[in-house]
């Protein structure tokens, strides 16, 4: 089956660590993004990447990172600088970067304890 | 900065009623999308709307697009228990490849 998968469903991460969201699809799609989401509240969009080895920043990606080495991968590191990263996590993809439709896995939610 | 945003940000209606949510943006865009999420799940794309179109039809839904105004809704005709779920809408700056989100709609069906 084609699709958009993330894993794990569920993280939990300790202060100071840093933590990899793992985001992989198997449907060509050339756009990937990374959003956060807030109880509450609508998406805010953290890195996103229009083409393999090629991303840029969002709005919010004080305390992230990425890379785009590979078509169908698209990891996100939250890391110890990101000072409230307990959230709803979701990645998509889409053909072309805004363009078209986006695809979206079932999201990953990370808890700080 | 988010680009969408809904109104109203909360939204309950019987069933069988129609449903209408209003999403204003800011700058010019090459088209706007709707989405849909059930709670703690992942989003469901439901319609594309290009800049030079100024309605679509899906089923039961109806999305209109006024580009002079910056704004959009989405119509959902004879609304269903099944319908109860969080609607976004997205759009994607000219100047930017990207997809931007609003704050969402929460739309409740009572039975």
């Known amino acids: 089956d084609g699709g958009i998968t993330q894993s794990p469903k569920y993280l939990f991460r300790k202060e100071g660590q840093n933590v990899t969201l793992s985001c992989e699809q198997n449907l060509n799609h050339d756009a990937m993004y990374w959003y956060r989401q807030d109880p509450g509240q609508g998406l805010r969009l953290i890195y996103y990447?229009?083409?393999?080895?090629?991303?840029q920043k969002g709005d919010i990606a004080e305390g992230y990172s990425v890379s785009r080495e590979k078509k169908e991968s698209f990891p996100l590191t939250v890391t110890s600088a990101q000072k409230n990263p307990t959230a709803f996590y979701l990645c998509?993809?889409?053909?072309?970067?805004?363009?078209?439709?986006?695809?979206f896995g079932q999201g990953t939610r990370l808890t700080v304890v | 900065s988010q680009q969408g945003e809904e109104d109203p940000q909360a939204l309950s209606i019987q069933e069988g009623e129609n449903a209408t949510m209003n999403c204003s943006y800011k700058t010019s865009i090459n088209n706007l999308q709707w989405y849909r999420q059930n709670s703690g799940r992942g989003l469901v794309h439901l319609i594309l709307?290009?800049?030079?179109?100024r309605e679509k039809h899906s089923g039961r839904l109806r999305v209109t697009l006024d580009t002079s105004k910056k704004s959009s809704s989405l119509l959902i005709t004879a609304s269903r228990a099944a319908d109860t779920a969080s609607y976004f809408c997205?759009?994607?700056?000219?100047?930017?490849?990207?997809?931007?989100f609003g704050q969402g709609t929460r739309l409740t069906i009572n039975p």
């Open positions: 998509a993809s889409s053909i072309v970067a805004g363009d078209t439709e986006a695809f």
């Open positions: 709307i290009r800049s030079n179109e």
């Open positions: 990447s229009q083409i393999v080895n090629d991303f």
């Open positions: 997205a759009t994607d700056f000219k100047v930017a490849q990207k997809l931007v």
